[in-house]
């Protein structure tokens, strides 16, 4: 899956729009590397994303075409 789409559907950006710019911007980083938004996301990934000062980790546990809210917070655990 995209990682624009993953940060989506995850509800960690909530739009995906949103999460494209902040890749094509180079505030997401996935294992140490910028990341651009078509980056196919794997289970075991980390990304960080950089949004002003604010800096969050993110593992990547499931990845789900489709997910409700409640599930959605079982897709990634925050490091």
Partial sequence: MRLDKYLK???IIKRRT???EACD???VEVNGKIARASYDVKVGDEI???LGTNEK???VL???EH???EDALKMYEIV
């Fill in 67 to 69: 997910a409700l809210k």
């Fill in 57 to 59: 980790k993110y593992r």
């Fill in 62 to 64: 499931v990845v789900t």
């Fill in 25 to 27: 911007s180079g505030k």
């Fill in 9 to 11: 559907v995850s509800r």
């Fill in 18 to 20: 949103i999460a494209n």
């Fill in 48 to 50: 960080k994303i950089t």
